[in-house]
């Protein structure tokens, strides 16, 4: 009976240690998305290539034109809405399952214009990386 007792107790013990809330993934990929939108609004366009999934596995030619193409991207902004002023997080569906979310975030515009986009996001070994 004492055993059936502390099974039983083990039991509980496991259960509400996986329901416990923890860390809200999607919120985590949602401030990462943020983050690497801003080294882009502050011109750090390397450190916002490299918050791309694999960057590390495309060879320095190709991530130079991606570098390029990011700093071409913000002067196109700049000329069509006088830049993208400020970023903001307006929602998230993360499937912690499948570690993918897609984040959505508003671009303040410098004409005072908006526009929301959607940031699929994806998650490998803890850290959160643009897909």
Not at 13 to 30: L, Y
Not at 53 to 81: C, G, W
Request: hydrophobic fraction near 45%.
């Amino acid at each position: 009976m004492m055993m059936r007792k502390l099974l039983y107790i083990a039991l509980l013990m496991a259960v509400a240690a996986c329901t416990s809330k923890g860390v809200d993934q999607g919120e985590v990929a949602a401030r990462a998305a943020k983050q690497y939108y801003d080294y882009l609004l502050q011109g750090d366009y390397a450190s916002f290539v490299d918050g791309h999934f694999r960057h590390d596995s495309i060879p320095d030619t190709y991530r130079e034109q991606l570098i390029a193409n990011a700093k071409m991207y913000m002067n196109q902004q700049t000329v069509e809405h006088r830049g993208i002023k400020d970023v903001h997080i307006v929602q998230v569906k993360a499937d912690t399952e499948k570690h993918a979310a897609n984040v959505f975030l508003v671009f303040a515009y410098g004409d005072s214009t908006n526009e929301e986009i959607v940031v699929p996001m994806v998650e490998n070994k803890g850290v959160w990386y643009l897909r």
